[in-house]
């Protein structure tokens, strides 16, 4: 088992190898990872519904684009607040700060008290989860990448775009990954 916040804050690249629908082609961050299993967004995945139809509060304070994101397959009837943190500033009210630049964010909270302290805020609805042990499984399968999150993955405005530049800033094997073909057998 590995250390529990050893891979919070960090990214989950699905590999090529992952061919399941719900992760193909996905990129997670992971708020939590400890020896009861881990919890992550998927990044990448924008719904066909906009924010204001389901948190009309939040339309006007949600990053581009204003859509609701399915977080991953588990708890969709609910939602949950990721926040970017501006560099140097204490979370606001409304903020709890997970780790690095990244906090959860109380969808019941003012958006205005929330957004004049954080750089962007996106919506999901459910999210990935994974029980004890199974993560680790599965990247002893090598089924995900592991790479360091940046503040702008969370609110990039070209979400289908995620995956491949993720890839490409690592360089080397996982920036060559990143130009394989959607199907695997022209690559």
């Given at each position: 088992m590995t250390d529990g916040t050893a891979l919070q804050g960090r990214l989950l690249v699905a590999t090529p190898r992952l061919q399941e629908d719900a992760f193909y082609r996905t990129v997670i961050l992971l708020l939590d990872h400890g020896e009861?299993?881990?919890v992550g967004v998927v990044l990448n995945r924008p719904s066909a519904?906009?924010?204001g139809e389901v948190l009309p509060a939040w339309h006007a304070h949600v990053s581009s684009p204003p859509q609701l994101f399915q977080g991953g397959p588990v708890g969709l009837d609910g939602a949950m607040g990721v926040a970017t943190?501006?560099?140097?500033v204490a979370p606001s009210?409304?903020?709890d700060r997970m780790t690095g630049p990244f906090g959860l964010v109380d969808l019941d909270?003012?958006?205005d008290q929330v957004v004049a302290?954080?750089?962007g805020v996106r919506v999901f609805a459910g999210y990935a989860g994974w029980?004890?042990?199974?993560?680790e499984?599965?990247?002893a399968d090598r089924a995900w990448f592991v790479v360091d999150a940046l503040p702008d993955d969370v609110l990039t405005p070209t979400p289908s775009q995620l995956w491949r530049r993720v890839l490409r800033r690592q360089g080397g094997d996982l920036a060559i990954v990143s130009t394989y073909a959607d199907d695997a057998s022209l690559n």
């Open positions: 009861h299993g881990a519904v906009d924010v943190l501006l560099p140097g009210t409304g903020v909270a003012d958006p302290h954080v750089d029980g004890e042990g199974q993560l499984d599965e990247l």
